[in-house]
């Protein structure tokens, strides 16, 4: 039960990044290596609401969703857009500069030290023999309550058709009056902002160091890659997944023996290898080639 | 018209050929990005105020010292290129440094060979120990620490101990020494290495929950794993005895950990003393000139310490192994984090250690631990 609720909290908050990372690379195929970065900064940004302005949380949490649009607004203008028309592996690159940026920038203007958005003590709840905290509770029921419109948003709406249209083909969607770059770039700020939301996650679960971003990053690849490029719910559903085996790899005595700690991520990672021999294309993703 | 320009010209080549540098060079090496650099940050302001009291005093014959400080980043690599940098291009006379032990173990050997001391203010693997002749340090080495841990253990009763260490060099000197100084009867009940920045401890906790153990200890790097590792073990509702090494005594572990740090203990370097007018003097000036330390003050005052010992020993003797029979001459050195002088292997003799506890998100200084 403690095991599950573990993997719930770890989850949720791996869900986030890999939402953000499956709309951008997942659906849009543009490659982000800034995201750790981008949800860092988000975090960051709503720590210093809190500790340093005194503004309470949820005020908090909407400067540093603003702050996020807008760096995520910059981002896609200036590392972006000019060079995915060239090329489309070519913001591999310019994306790895800009994480060395924003880690520099997180740095200069946040420091060293870790930072926790709640200071204060966490109130436990018990249910069963399982231990929780409130803060947790409502952390976990907000990201999946998210989560579940941004993808009835993606599915069941018109924006969500308009923006998979533009994606399958640009030209076409383009031909037929959408407004393809317009599209694209609230795509890429979503992004940013679901991965400001588990930056913001972290920071009040756990705490926020400068040099989380890269694995952060790391994470939400796997979790995109093993639920199938262009599948928003599969990407969600693996991140979720992902965080149970790493509880399970540790938690229980396999054949009676505990796995080393250490090993946590690498078991975990090795199951979705061996998934991805089997179902190359992910488990939720399509034979189909997208743009 | 032409003579003067030659004449000119052979004065300019006189006066630079016969002046040398116009300064006396000090290199620093220390973390000052990454996780350590909390740690590295404050160190290098204690070096700097060493060298400006130099300086305002002035200078070493006649010549204002020139700080160089080089970004080590907690590692060898790093730190070795920092070393030939200094040593080589900077042509520095002396550095401080490393500060993390991985640093100053590859930074030693490349001083060394160039004749050039080095002193470390905080490194403190065992290693280090007769590592290289121009290596010096001010921090007792590691060696002490888990035996002071085991000394802890016997006159507490605990015998059962738990054990989460993140995977650095440091962490894991701590971990085999703790091993190996363990009193007679007692055990290791719960043994676990995680990666280095772990911060989701739970289902470790959850395992450990149902061991039977008497005392924790909390063996990560940095603030960012040990504040979670305190936090997530008290949610659980454990009430153990929860003890780590140096890394945990820092201002912003409370912070982290918030009322989890309560109780929490620390073998760690002794305090600035601020009721002595030296500890008290320091402490305001570092605050009215820097503010508050990013990790702690004593770092800084042992970085300081370090400083001004290398630069006194420099001004008096010179460089190289005139400098090195000079810091092995020194008597009972009165700096601001305690009185010290060297052993032969460099090592520092008479810094004792601080048995700290976490009280209202302060760390107190419960009892004074001697070392050697």
């Given amino acids: 039960m403690q095991l599950l609720l573990n993997a719930l909290i770890a989850g949720s908050f791996a869900a986030l990044l890999a939402s953000g990372l499956a709309l951008v690379y997942g659906v849009m195929g543009v490659f982000n290596l800034a995201l750790g970065q981008m949800a860092l900064i988000g975090g960051y940004v709503c720590w210093w609401c809190v500790a340093v302005a005194g503004l309470p949380l949820p005020v908090a949490i909407v400067c540093s969703l603003v702050v996020s649009l807008i760096l995520a607004w910059i981002s896609f203008d200036l590392f972006v857009q000019p060079f995915q028309r060239r090329h489309r592996f070519l913001p591999i690159v310019t994306t790895i500069a800009l994480s060395m940026l924003l880690d520099g920038l997180i740095l200069i203007v946040f420091h060293e030290e870790p930072r926790s958005i709640l200071a204060s003590g966490q109130r436990l709840l018990h249910i069963g023999d399982a231990i929780l905290s409130v803060e947790q509770l409502v952390l976990i029921c907000v990201t999946i309550l998210f989560l579940s419109v941004l993808v009835w948003v993606l599915t069941s709406t018109p924006f969500g058709r308009k923006v998979r249209a533009t994606v399958q083909h640009p030209e076409a969607a383009t031909s037929l009056g959408m407004n393809g770059p317009l599209l694209r770039r609230s795509l890429f700020i979503l992004s940013a902002l679901c991965a400001a939301c588990g930056g913001i996650y972290v920071g009040i679960d756990q705490n926020l160091s400068p040099t989380l971003g890269m694995h952060l990053t790391v994470k939400a690849y796997a979790a995109v890659i093993a639920g199938g490029r262009g599948s928003l719910k599969g990407a969600i559903l693996f991140a979720f997944i992902i965080a149970l085996l790493e509880q399970l790899a540790i938690g229980l005595p396999w054949f009676g023996v505990y796995i080393p700690a250490g090993y946590q991520g690498t078991v975990a990672l090795l199951v979705i290898v061996i998934l991805l021999l089997w179902k190359p294309e992910g488990v939720f993703g399509s034979r189909l080639r997208s743009s | ?372």
């Fill in chain 2, 1 to 372: 018209m032409k003579r003067s320009i030659l004449l000119g010209s052979i004065l300019t080549l006189l006066l630079t050929g016969c002046g040398g540098p116009a300064t006396v060079r000090i290199g620093f090496i220390g973390p000052l990005t990454g996780d350590a650099a909390t740690m590295g940050k404050d160190t290098l302001k204690g070096v700097q105020m060493a060298v400006d009291e130099m300086n305002a005093a002035g200078g070493i014959g006649g010549k204002q010292v020139e700080l160089i400080a080089e970004d080590g980043r907690c590692n060898g690599g790093d730190a070795a290129s920092a070393a030939q940098k200094l040593v080589n291009v900077d042509k520095v006379q002396s550095i401080i440094g490393g500060t993390c032990s991985s640093e100053t173990l590859a930074a030693a050997p490349i001083a060394g060979a160039a004749k050039i001391i080095a002193i470390s203010p905080v490194s403190s693997s065992p290693k280090l120990t007769g590592f290289s002749p121009y290596q010096f340090r001010n921090y007792p080495s590691d060696a002490y620490r888990t035996k002071a841990f085991g000394t802890f253990f016997q006159k507490n009763g605990l015998k059962k101990i738990a054990i989460i260490t993140e995977n650095t060099d440091f962490c894991q000197g701590i971990r085999s020494g703790i091993k190996e100084n363990l009193p007679a009867g007692a055990i290791i009940a719960f043994d676990e290495v995680v990666d280095p920045g772990t911060k989701d401890y739970r289902t470790l906790m959850t395992r450990l929950k149902a061991t039977d153990f008497d005392a924790f200890v909390l063996n990560g790097q940095s603030d960012a794993t040990n504040g979670e590792m305190a936090k997530q073990l008290r949610a659980l509702g454990m009430t153990q005895t929860i003890i780590g090494p140096d890394s945990v005594d820092s201002d912003s572990f409370p912070v982290i950990a918030g009322s989890a740090s309560e109780g929490v203990l620390a073998i760690s370097a002794p305090t600035v003393d601020e009721t002595n007018p030296k500890g008290a003097a320091f402490a305001k000036t570092y605050n009215d000139r820097f503010g508050k330390p990013t990790w702690s003050l004593y770092f800084a005052a042992l970085a300081y310490d370090a400083a001004t010992v290398a630069l006194q020993t420099l001004k008096e003797a010179g460089p190289g192994d005139a400098q090195r029979a000079a810091l092995l001459a020194i008597k009972d050195f009165q700096g601001v984090a305690g009185t010290f002088h060297f052993d032969q292997n460099g090592d520092v003799v008479g810094m004792p250690y601080g048995l700290k506890e976490f009280k209202n998100g302060k760390s107190v200084l419960r009892e004074v631990i001697p070392v050697n």
